[in-house]
């Protein structure tokens, strides 16, 4: 039950009403305690998979969209036409594997720093996070 409190609280401080299939939602997007890789149509899949009851594409989309909007959720562009989303939130590295369309954490003991040496006027790094493309052999 105090899951469920926090995915009301997730939903509502991010402008959602909660509904059982919002609430459906965060259960495979926070119930877990590992990272979370998944596409808009990932989600769709797994939601159907393990819901007797449909939810929307236009539903998932929205609540997805919303929890990035608010922070809980990060968003990885892995090309112009296909961005994956994290449940893990910090700054981190990943590997997309072209042949599985799988995007890995890669752990920060795993990559030296990363050193920038241009300087832009007025900005400053937010943060960097690099993306591994990899392909078989």
């Given at each position: ?27 495979i ?17 797994i ?70 040496n ?20």
């Amino acid at each position: 039950m105090s899951n469920n409190l926090n995915f009301v609280a997730k939903l509502r401080n991010s402008g959602l009403r909660p509904t059982k299939q919002r609430i459906k939602i965060c259960e495979i997007l926070f119930g877990s305690k590992e990272t979370f890789h998944f596409s808009i149509n990932d989600l769709s899949k797994i939601i159907a998979q393990k819901n007797s009851e449909k939810i929307s594409l236009a539903t998932i989309y929205n609540t997805v969209h919303a929890f990035l909007g608010k922070g809980y959720l990060k968003q990885i562009a892995v090309n112009s036409e296909q961005s994956y989303y994290d449940t893990n939130t910090t700054d981190h590295h990943h590997f997309y594997d072209i042949d599985k369309d799988k995007l890995i954490d890669i752990h920060d003991s795993e990559v030296e720093p990363v050193k920038i040496n241009r300087k832009i006027p007025g900005k400053r790094i937010k943060s960097i996070e690099v993306l591994v493309k990899l392909q078989n052999t």
